[in-house]
């Protein structure tokens, strides 16, 4: 669905994006993370066609996006500050949508009043800001798109309307194959829809695979021994982070379980356990090894 090559965008001596590349599958939730000033925000903006890169292409559905009207009918973007002008009402809003959108869905648009429970005819600006989110989704997800786009999401809706608005989302990703394309500082609830991840750092993409191949890749242990732990197996295992409580130490290793397992058994360990990692355990390891470092605060 998205092709990214070889994406440069310089502001004055700023290189905000180096050479990125990426690929979004059709019909994915992909998950777009990084620490602040990654480049996340400049990247959407490209791919949406509000920005105009320095170098390289960047292909939605087959199509240049930059100044492509018709490939930007089949697109929509929620942005984490939402924008509506300042006298309209939710019903001017959606004829408004409807002049853009030519697959707008009316019945949809009535469908949805009773899931979000917003009288149209309030003026959007005069609600609060998760109300105006809610809004955004309403008139979104009605123009039927094949490309949603979304910067911080859901910050400032309440639980309920959290999970509401996702299972709308990911209803479309079943039912209508939409590609979804998420930036979020939320990782645990990126975690919970997403099935492709992106790890963005210093303007290029350096980590793109499916989320189970990246969780199955890094391995948390737990593992103790008589004595000190052996040097001989610390060197083997290359861990990206180590730890110590007491006698047990916490590993964080790359590689497969098996040949992990097989390695710290020669050892004769008194305890040996092999945790999950979440996608935030993740995030922070692998960039940790990139050299945006982190340390254990106490206080």
């Known amino acids: 669905?998205?092709?990214?090559?070889?994406?440069?965008?310089?502001?004055?001596?700023?290189?905000?994006?180096?050479?990125?590349?990426?690929?979004?599958?059709?019909?994915?939730v992909y998950g777009l993370v990084g620490p602040n000033g990654a480049g996340k925000t400049t990247l959407i903006k490209h791919i949406v066609g509000v920005l105009r890169q320095n170098e390289g292409s960047i292909i939605v559905g087959g199509e240049t996006l930059y100044e492509n009207i018709s490939c930007k009918q089949n697109v929509v973007y929620i942005p984490d500050d939402v924008f509506f002008y300042k006298s309209y009402s939710i019903k001017d809003m959606k004829k408004l949508y409807q002049s853009i959108?030519?697959?707008?869905?009316?019945?949809?648009?009535?469908?949805?009043?009773d899931?979000?429970?917003?009288?149209?005819?309030?003026?959007?600006?005069?609600l609060s800001k998760g109300m105006q989110k809610q809004v955004a989704f309403w008139l979104g997800i009605c123009t039927?798109?094949?490309?949603?786009?979304?910067?911080?999401?859901?910050?400032?809706?309440?639980p309920?309307?959290?999970?509401?608005?996702?299972?709308?989302?990911?209803?479309?990703?079943?039912?209508?194959?939409?590609?979804?394309?998420?930036?979020?500082?939320?990782?645990?609830?990126?975690?919970?829809?997403?099935?492709?991840?992106?790890?963005?750092?210093?303007?290029?993409i350096v980590i793109e695979k499916?989320?189970?191949?990246?969780?199955?890749?890094?391995?948390?242990?737990?593992?103790?021994?008589?004595?000190k732990f052996p040097e001989k197996l610390m060197e083997e295992l290359n861990p990206m982070h180590t730890s110590a409580?007491?006698?047990?130490?916490?590993?964080?290793?790359?590689?497969?379980?098996?040949?992990?397992?097989?390695c710290i058994k020669a050892y004769n360990p008194v305890i040996m356990d092999i945790l999950p990692l979440t996608l935030e355990e993740v995030f922070i390891y692998e960039l940790g090894g990139m050299g945006y470092a982190f340390e254990d605060i106490l206080l």
């Open 245 to 262: 409580f007491g006698s047990v130490h916490m590993v964080i290793a790359r590689g497969s379980i098996d040949a992990l397992t097989e």
């Open 101 to 113: 959108y030519p697959r707008f869905s009316v019945e949809r648009y009535n469908k949805l009043k």
């Open 144 to 158: 039927m798109p094949q490309l949603m786009v979304l910067d911080e999401p859901v910050d400032g809706l309440d």
């Open 210 to 227: 499916e989320l189970d191949d990246i969780k199955s890749d890094v391995h948390k242990l737990q593992l103790a021994f008589k004595g």
């Open 1 to 28: 669905m998205i092709r990214v090559e070889n994406l440069t965008k310089t502001f004055g001596d700023f290189t905000a994006l180096d050479g990125l590349c990426m690929r979004v599958p059709q019909g994915c």
């Open 160 to 204: 309920v309307m959290r999970r509401r608005v996702w299972n709308l989302i990911l209803q479309d990703v079943a039912e209508n194959k939409t590609t979804v394309l998420i930036s979020s500082h939320n990782l645990r609830e990126l975690e919970s829809v997403c099935d492709h991840v992106g790890i963005l750092h210093q303007g290029k």
């Open 115 to 126: 899931v979000f429970g917003i009288d149209e005819n309030k003026r959007v600006m005069r």
